[in-house]
């Protein structure tokens, strides 16, 4: 069984550019999460889809972050314009259903000069 | 006060010994329970996961759940140094948001 596909690994960008990060879940999980984790925290979720809605984005920066999931399968996380402190691991993660275990993806860590 | 809290550590026992980690939790709604292992530059793996009451236990490891207290905890048996690592703390609630504790790091010494 294939996991949770993460693009790209690494970005490094300059402050008030944007980036785009893409998730593809495991095949027929319905829940998909989006985690900023800063260097010695814990994942902190930034937004949850149920199929292709939205069950909880109450810490989703929104007026720099948005994220997408089309079709309810792919994701993709856009931070436009980005700022320092922007600088983290963002883990994409599915489960079958809301309440069941989290498969993760590999990861993106994302830096900003 | 955070909605999920575990000791930060680092938490030292020697190989062989047992390993206590604690997670206290906010939302007396929560119904699911996990404890996911993280190595250091990897993503967060499963370990255990509780639903109800009790003890649950798998291999070396036992989940322990005490619902009234809002206390979930993970014993990890015989530790081995490969069990080096961040160990997180997830509670989900019943209405299946997700939160997780900033973790415990643990470190195994031969």
């Known amino acids: 069984e294939a996991g949770v596909a993460q693009s790209p690994r690494y970005k490094i960008i300059e402050k008030r550019q944007s980036v785009a990060f893409w998730c593809n879940p495991i095949s027929g999980h319905a829940t998909l999460y989006w985690y900023q984790q800063i260097l010695g925290q814990g994942p902190k979720l930034l937004i949850q889809?149920?199929?292709?809605?939205?069950?909880?984005d109450s810490q989703l920066p929104k007026d720099r972050f948005s994220a997408e999931r089309l079709k309810g399968v792919d994701s993709t996380l856009k931070i436009q314009p980005a700022k320092l402190e922007d600088s983290a691991v963002y883990l994409c993660?599915?489960?079958?259903?809301?309440?069941?275990?989290?498969?993760f993806g590999p990861g993106t860590r994302l830096t900003v000069l | 006060q955070k909605e999920v809290e575990q000791n930060s550590g680092p938490l030292s026992v020697p190989e062989g010994a047992i390993a206590s980690l604690n997670c206290t939790y906010s939302?007396?709604?929560?119904?699911?329970f996990f404890w996911y292992r993280q190595y250091s530059g990897k993503s967060p793996e499963l370990i255990m996961f509780?639903?109800?009451?009790g003890d649950k236990e798998d291999g070396r490891f036992t989940a322990q759940l005490n619902k009234a207290s809002q206390y979930v905890s993970l014993l990890i048996r015989d530790s081995q140094p490969s069990d080096s690592a961040t160990y997180l703390c997830?509670?989900?609630?019943?209405?299946?948001?997700?939160?997780f504790g900033d973790g415990t790091t643990l470190t195994v010494k031969p």
């Open positions: 509780i639903y109800s009451n």
């Open positions: 997830a509670v989900n609630t019943n209405a299946g948001k997700s939160t």
């Open positions: 939302d007396r709604g929560s119904q699911s």
């Open positions: 889809f149920q199929n292709n809605g939205v069950v909880d």
């Open positions: 993660a599915s489960s079958l259903e809301s309440r069941g275990r989290q498969f």
